[in-house]
DNA sequence: GATGAATGAGGGTTCATTCAT
DNA sequence: TATGAATGAACCCTCATTCAT
């Protein structure tokens, strides 16, 4: 991604010379091959949409293209082939999806709270419609791409479970929960808040994502039960206090 | 080939009833079309690995032809199409993962011992390779075809859901346990015992199956968790004269 | 056809001893292999369904199998492949549609009438739904089979002409025409019955075969433009007499 | 390919306005999918072979790509299936028929001269090889596609009966023939110029098409059949005149 | 640099014919 | 003898990719 700004600015190679340039020393006129960012963005977009709606297999680059509004040819100059497309697109994907998802961990609010507000937004995120195909996309390839799968993971669920680790440290240091191993807990926590939610959506036993009212309730038992287990008495007294 | 002679004697399938069958019923002559159960094997078990490794697209009737031993025109007498193929893989799949998974709930052992092994059993399944293979090339199709994603989550994990919901129905009659919702504490308690196993599998972060320590751990904790959130004085008096 | 019959008075081969055989030493039981006229006759008539239907390339061995409700290897006693089948079809039809089409001619009508009616029986015939199909599925295949067309047409229509020159030959006799080609004036005749219609019932412009009223029509008007052109003083005299 | 750039000077047909045009009229650069008139020209003039060789039916995609020197994807860029291909030859055939054929009639000749030419145009037309093929083709479809051979025989035979109607009525107007029924004296005279040829030819009796001769014995035999029934006397004063 | 027409291998499916039963 | 399951070539059509324009 960065790249592409970085290239705007290396000084054109000799073949460019009589290439429109401003004297303002900001080129204008025809990016480089493969390199103007808004083209990009509409392959990806289009791409994203066929993707994501037939899977990998089923998609073909004539829906990409048609969906896009570029030619074939231009979208090779962007992506080496339909593989590496998709792997762009999964990488966006990923990244729209838990992108700002962890934003809920630094509220101030009292722990319950947070942890409600945090469990709602990623269940909310993991079980809404447009991620749920997302994820059936990726899994659907991660028999014959593992490397796409694991990356997803990684830099997706993985990631956001060391951010919530980190805040589950923090809160024990504070004394208020008490777990033997947080990163167990952590993953515990996360799918308490989906309890029974995930795999029914990625199955298509849900043919429409939870309702609000039904998040909150399972995260709200799924937090209960997690500071039943993991609450200490610190934590019970303050919010003993904090509800009187 | 040979196998077939083995084969003819064995008790016919249900679905064969009303084929020609001699007096001492012992079935002679050639099956009827599309009913000779080793050919259907044959075929079904070429077109389990085909589906199973490259998913539903990305699988060819010619792979399966090939894997199967037997001739394309031959696999069109036994299913319409590809789609009717892949439907009695998944379904035959869904049966051999979710039969006989619940046994373990009917043992006559102490709760927890009860609720360990059937989370271990169900742990191990889910999470094992061939059943997460499975799982995935159902998952990928969900998009295209939601209603054979939905059968697969309602005959299989839905049903063990019922069963289990069942016998938490039963310990919670006892005193043992005590939930204001069973069906979400039958969620929460699956959830738990597969935390974060699930869609690490799933998603090949994972390249191997969770070992059977490691699911021994997790199950453990899962049920530590659930007992502390939902067990009652009286289960906890049980437990602690147990362990005496 | 007589070879059926024959057959069954040969002595029976010697590997045929022990077949059940009445005392008159009439053979009961099955008919030699393709030889049974039942059978055959049962795949004549599924055949010819079918294939008048769809024509020769369209047409599959199943569909007839199906429709005539034999089994494949039968059909292959008793012909040697889709084409030989064909071929006998076409010649059943052929006798079907022109066998008893020329009876009109030996009617002792006046010879208007007897005109009349032939040309009406003719151009009945070869305008009807049925005959059209037929025609059709010969001339289909004719590119291919040319001598098939040719044998059609040879038996058929020829035939036909032939019988139908004869007739104008002693009417001329009688002279009451005078053909300087009778032969010519005899397709000019037929031609005359069916003007405009065959080839708009063979393209299905017509998608309803012409009505009587209709066929009357253009079959008087044929027969009045043959009668104007060929017929002698002698004949105008006697039909004026008639119609007096 | 090199005739591709002496072709590409041409005018481009009626169906290519609005591609890209340069201001000086001629077209630059590739043409739009599936509109290459040359590219088109070439895949029609192959599947014409084939499918007037062979019958719709027997016609392979495989052969036409073969005949024509396209590639298969390329022929699915220009005709959607091989129905659409066919009907696309179907009417091309008709026009390069039928288109023309009436001309004759505008001869300022005599009116026996002016039909004999007209009947003799026709059906030499209608009998030889190359037309014969076409409408055994169109024939032999007929069944399975009745709109097909209607719209056949509608902008092709009925277009040129309806020329034909128009040119008697004229003469009728003149006083030179009297009919009762125009269409119908303008079908018995298409017919009676092809006298038993049509059918002959058709069903493949004749493995070669009617010599000159012959037709014109045929047709003229039909020409003073005709005028004999439907010439006025003022018509038989006029040929006496002239051929005194 | 961008285009999209062209490619031809391979997709799912059907078929005439054979031959074990 | 009659059967119909099995065959595999061939069917129509789609596809990712290339390259002349």
């Known amino acids: 991604m960065e790249s592409e700004f970085k290239l705007r600015e290396e000084k054109?190679?000799?073949?460019?010379?009589?290439?429109?340039?401003?004297?303002?020393?900001?080129?204008?006129?025809?990016?480089?091959?493969?390199?103007?960012?808004?083209k990009r963005k509409q392959?990806?977009?289009?791409a994203r949409r066929v993707f994501i709606d037939m899977g990998f297999d089923a998609a073909s680059m004539n829906d990409i293209t048609r969906e896009a509004g570029v030619s074939k040819g231009t979208i090779y100059v962007y992506f080496a082939n339909k593989e590496e497309l998709f792997?762009?697109?999964v990488e966006e994907e990923r990244g729209s999806i838990f992108n700002n998802l962890y934003g809920a961990l630094q509220s101030g609010d009292g722990l319950r709270e947070t942890l409600i507000n945090f469990g709602m937004a990623l269940s909310f995120k993991i079980t809404c419609d447009k991620v749920i195909s997302a994820q059936r996309t990726v899994i659907g390839v991660s028999e014959r791409m593992p490397d796409l799968g694991k990356r997803f993971?990684?830099?997706?669920?993985?990631?956001?479970?060391?951010?919530?680790?980190?805040?589950?440290?923090?809160?024990?240091?504070?004394?208020?929960?008490?777990?033997?191993?947080?990163s167990l807990a952590a993953f515990q926590f996360t799918d308490l808040c989906m309890a029974g939610l995930f795999r029914q959506c990625i199955f298509a036993y849900r043919s429409e994502p939870p309702s609000e009212e039904e998040i909150r309730?399972?995260?709200?038992?799924?937090?209960?039960?997690f500071l039943k287990a993991y609450g200490t008495e610190k934590l019970r007294r303050l919010m003993g206090a904090e509800s009187d």
Do not use: T, W
Not at 217 to 225: K, N
């Open 87 to 89: 792997e762009a697109i």
């Open 43 to 46: 392959i990806l977009d289009g």
């Open 12 to 38: 054109p190679p000799a073949e460019m010379e009589g290439c429109p340039m401003a004297p303002d020393g900001v080129r204008r006129g025809r990016p480089a091959a493969g390199q103007d960012p808004v």
């Open 217 to 225: 309730y399972v995260v709200s038992a799924g937090v209960d039960l």
């Open 153 to 182: 993971y990684e830099r997706g669920p993985m990631h956001g479970h060391k951010i919530f680790v980190d805040f589950l440290e923090a809160v024990a240091k504070k004394g208020l929960l008490e777990m033997k191993d947080i």
